[in-house]
């Protein structure tokens, strides 16, 4: 059974820094294809950092552009999610989400850590 945990959601000011962690277990996580999500009550699931094939290519949303980045570890089966330069409207609760095969849907979801950004 595959279960996705994420951690280092927190509060923080605008400027401030932080990292995600999706530990995943149950999942082969070498050549994995994974991403992260966000979303704010009320408005929809928006997909911020994705990891989009076995070679590890990535794609991000433009707002996050230059301030975020994914990575994993293949030997702790941990997806990160470092975030510099927080805005206010990067506050979300911040979904981890994994493929069974890249190039299609996202089969696996985490519970959700939140990051609120304080101006």
């Known amino acids: 059974q595959v279960q996705l945990v994420e951690s280092g959601g927190d509060s923080v000011q605008a400027g401030g820094s932080l990292r995600l962690s999706c530990a995943a277990s149950g999942y082969t996580f070498s050549g994995a294809c994974m991403g992260w999500f966000r979303q704010t009550p009320g408005k929809e699931r928006e997909g911020v950092a994705h990891i989009i094939d076995r070679n590890g290519r990535t794609t991000y949303a433009d707002s996050v552009k230059g301030r975020f980045t994914i990575s994993k570890d293949n030997a702790k089966n941990t997806l990160y999610l470092q975030m510099s330069g927080l805005k206010p409207e990067d506050t979300a609760m911040y979904y981890c989400?994994?493929?069974?095969?890249?190039?299609?849907?996202?089969?696996?979801w985490g519970q959700g850590t939140q990051v609120t950004v304080s101006s």
């Open positions: 989400a994994a493929r069974q095969r890249c190039g299609y849907e996202y089969n696996f």
